[in-house]
């Protein structure tokens, strides 16, 4: 199983290089061509051109677009993602701030839509044939109307206004202060340090976005293993299991749950990577210092290197979920596994 396993990351590395190089190329090209002055939104008002020229030589924008591609990508290949030209500070500097604060949102968010999903999906099939399936399936259909940035509107006007139980602001209460070794992840900072105050500030702070990413992959969830447990349900060995007098709790959970989560499982692999591009506008509402908020500033301030970097570790992020996805299916797979050893 290890061996498979990581011959499988193996085959996905090799995988994601042409992926990487497609893509750092395509947002290259596509922000070059985009109508828009770089160094002209970022020079103060009194610049000269002799000031505009120094700055456009600087960044390499006074080269060709094929040198300045390789030398970005030289410069990628050895770390380094340039400078910022609106923030005039390293590209990578303002990742490693902004990167733990999305990774924590992302993580919390997918847990909770996972375990929402699959205990709605579990509900609505024990609830099958009643009228708790259909008030369920309607609260799916609606889940799904509305999308992650209208649930973010929505959690503030409710549970940040109305019923102030969540703050919606930042990432922590300002009057707080961090631990002097802060690693950027602020769950780890708050635990390693043993401030209490701290972990419930961060969870608090986290709620609410994390909730609104949840909503949306919950219901898709729901409705898959919904359906997959119905296919499942009809198989003989569930069937020999109900002859030997096994409850149908036990029958769900025990036998049918197992092989109906594999679509389900393909699904949250999916729906993980469509969930770091819904971080963007959440972050931007519930103004979280992420990777979400960098890019829209970098976007508005037309910040080509930060763009760039802020997409090539999108596409990393994405392919990265999507090879822990295909090791785990791997893992509760049989028949995958079977294969890959007669391969």
Same mark, same amino acid.
């Given at each position: 199983?290890?061996? @498979?396993?990581?011959?499988?990351?193996?085959?996905?590395?090799?995988?994601?290089?042409?992926?990487? *190089?497609? =893509?750092?190329?395509?947002?290259?090209?596509?922000?070059? @061509?985009?109508?828009?002055?770089?160094?002209?939104?970022?020079?103060?008002? /009194?610049?000269?051109?002799?000031?505009?020229?120094?700055?456009?030589?600087?960044?390499? @924008?006074?080269?060709?677009?094929?040198?300045?591609?390789?030398?970005?990508? /030289?410069?990628? @290949?050895? /770390?380094?993602?340039? #400078?910022? $030209?609106?923030?005039?500070?390293?590209?990578?500097?303002?990742?490693?701030?902004?990167?733990?604060?999305? *990774?924590?949102?992302?993580?919390? /968010?997918?847990?909770? #839509?996972? =375990? $929402?999903?699959?205990?709605? #999906?579990? #509900?609505?099939?024990m609830l099958r044939g009643r009228w708790g399936e259909q008030v369920l399936d309607g609260s799916t259909t609606v889940m799904m109307a509305i999308p992650e940035f209208l649930w973010a509107i929505l959690l503030i006007l409710f549970l940040g206004v109305l019923v102030p139980v969540f703050p919606f602001i930042g990432r922590l209460a300002p009057d707080l202060t961090l631990p002097p070794a802060a690693t950027g992840f602020l769950l780890v900072d708050a635990a390693l340090s043993l401030r209490f105050d701290l972990l419930m500030s961060v969870l608090a702070h986290m709620a609410l976005p994390a909730l609104a990413l949840a909503i949306g992959i919950a219901p898709l969830l729901m409705r898959v293993l919904r359906s997959s447990l119905l296919e499942t349900i009809h198989e003989d060995y569930v069937t020999q299991a109900r002859l030997r007098g096994t409850s149908e709790t036990r029958i769900v959970i025990r036998h049918a749950f197992p092989n109906a989560a594999l679509p389900t499982l393909s699904l949250i692999g999916v729906q993980g990577g469509f969930m770091f591009g819904g971080t963007v506008l959440v972050e931007m509402i519930f103004a979280y210092p992420g990777l979400g908020n960098l890019m829209i500033d970098a976007v508005r301030n037309h910040d080509l290197p930060v763009i760039q970097a802020v997409a090539l570790i999108y596409c990393i992020l994405v392919l990265g979920i999507n090879a822990v996805v295909d090791v785990i299916y791997l893992a509760v797979n049989p028949r995958l596994r079977l294969k890959g050893r007669a391969a």
């Open positions: 199983m290890a061996f @498979l396993a990581l011959q499988l990351l193996i085959k996905r590395a090799f995988l994601a290089v042409p992926i990487l *190089l497609c =893509v750092s190329a395509l947002v290259f090209l596509i922000l070059r @061509l985009l109508p828009a002055d770089p160094i002209a939104m970022s020079v103060p008002p /009194g610049a000269t051109q002799a000031d505009y020229d120094m700055l456009r030589i600087s960044f390499g @924008l006074d080269r060709s677009l094929p040198e300045q591609y390789l030398i970005w990508l /030289g410069k990628l @290949l050895h /770390g380094d993602f340039g #400078g910022s $030209i609106f923030f005039r500070r390293p590209v990578m500097e303002l990742i490693s701030k902004a990167l733990p604060a999305t *990774l924590e949102l992302v993580s919390f /968010g997918f847990m909770l #839509g996972v =375990v $929402i999903g699959i205990a709605g #999906g579990l #509900g609505m099939f």
